[in-house]
């Protein structure tokens, strides 16, 4: 995803240059994570362009109220909850990924490379089709690569639950792609 964000100046109170640059450095080299989760919760890139925006305001009039920490995990969590917002304002969690397009397969592309991104295709089928609890902590494990702790965090949920639901996303995703359940953990 291209970083490109224009921010309206006007709503936002006077922040200093130093929290600028705290921003700037904390949170802006999150934006491809938070778009790649906001993308697999949505179904639609264009959607999840627009909610990764309005993530990053929200952090950005916000942000002097965070305290620290894991600021990946912070603005994960604000995506998450601008998903949920979006989710019910405009009723997007039909199949709106129904009309998107992966970019198109030149002529000189190999055998091989045809059939790995037919599995890929395959795998990102069969995570969307998941519900949405599950969606979301498969994509923070296994694609973001967050830790228990912080998907915890994100989540807003006891490290046990997220156990127990990247357990049972595995189980899922490995009936769906046609394995035994056994090899989904």
Not at 2 to 9: D, N
Not at 61 to 86: E, P, T
Not at 157 to 172: D, K, N, Q, W
């Amino acid at each position: 995803m291209a970083t490109c964000l224009s921010l309206p100046v006007a709503s936002f109170t006077i922040m200093s240059q130093r929290d600028i640059d705290r921003f700037e450095r904390l949170i802006l080299p999150h934006l491809d994570d938070a778009y790649t989760l906001a993308r697999y919760l949505l179904r639609d890139e264009h959607d999840a362009q627009d909610v990764v925006q309005e993530a990053t305001l929200r952090a950005l009039r916000y942000f002097d109220g965070y305290a620290g920490g894991d600021s990946r995990a912070w603005l994960l969590s604000i995506v998450r909850h601008a998903v949920a917002d979006f989710a019910r304002t405009e009723r997007a969690w039909g199949d709106a990924d129904a009309n998107a397009t992966d970019s198109l397969v030149g002529a000189e592309q190999t055998d091989a490379l045809a059939i790995e991104n037919s599995e890929r295709e395959r795998v990102r089928r069969a995570v969307r089709a998941l519900p949405e609890e599950f969606r979301e902590v498969i994509v923070l494990r296994e694609i973001e690569e967050l830790s228990y702790k912080e998907i915890s965090a994100v989540v807003g949920v006891p490290i046990g639950t997220v156990m127990s639901r990247l357990a049972r996303a595995r189980s899922r995703l490995a009936v769906l792609l046609g394995r035994p359940a056994e090899e989904a953990s």
